[in-house]
């Protein structure tokens, strides 16, 4: 059962325009969530974090947002550029219980000239 | 962030055989994990390499299958032992200071077996 779902596996956006990726989780017990970043060859990379004390976090062009709620997340980039082409992977752990960071399945992203 | 380095980066296995995945942080860490990505899959948590200790593996890994060391706060490898095809995957080491802070990958190993 994935409890972290990231429901588009490609997301295809021109560069200089917004890059949105979304992701769903299942587990209400989950309050820190993160982004990956990963490249061919490479393993993945912290890009930002979000507890779910908070709605949204900034950092530089990337921007988490988060509605407990809808047990959604997303995160914008912008503007994108050729270099953020990559697989995002979207992660969640629930910091009072056994913390252990669940991933989903990534989404890649294509920034087109 | 640690600096975290992991060898080999790629190998070609026959089938039965075993592998020994190293993996070495520059500087002393609290929490280090093995991950495991299969084709088009997530990265899934194979086991907490315990220092000093045995490592505590999740529901589908077993030691005997993924025997892990950590003999001290900077180094520990994963092996994959007697492996199948179904091993084929990338093996990737990562660690974590405190759990408020995130994990930081090594570079992975993609592991081939024929």
């Known amino acids: 059962d994935q409890q972290v779902k990231q429901n588009s596996p490609s997301l295809s956006v021109q560069e200089g325009r917004i890059s949105i990726l979304n992701c769903d989780y299942t587990?209400?017990?989950?309050?820190?969530f993160l982004w990956y970043k990963k490249y061919p060859a490479e393993g993945p990379t912290f890009l930002i974090s979000i507890s779910s004390i908070k709605d949204k976090n900034e950092d530089g062009r990337f921007t988490v947002f988060l509605n407990k709620s809808a047990k959604h997340l997303s995160l914008h980039i912008v503007p994108s550029q050729p270099g953020d082409s990559a697989v995002y992977f979207c992660a969640a752990s629930a910091r009072n219980r056994d913390d252990k960071i669940i991933f989903g399945k990534g989404t890649r992203l294509h920034i087109l000239p | 962030s640690a600096v975290i380095s992991q060898k080999p980066s790629r190998d070609i296995c026959q089938r039965g055989t075993s592998l020994t995945i190293q993996c070495q942080v520059d500087s002393q860490v609290t929490m280090m994990f093995w991950y495991r990505q299969q084709p088009g899959q997530s990265l899934t948590l194979i086991a907490t390499a315990n220092q000093g200790s045995e490592a505590t593996y999740e529901s589908g890994f077993v030691i005997d299958k993924f025997p892990i060391s950590r003999p001290n706060l900077t180094f520990s490898t994963l092996t994959v032992s007697n492996m199948s095809p179904e091993d084929s995957s990338i093996y990737l080491c990562s660690v974590r200071q405190n759990y408020n802070s995130p994990l930081h990958f090594g570079n992975g190993t993609r592991l081939t077996v024929t």
């Open positions: 587990n209400s017990m989950f309050d820190y």
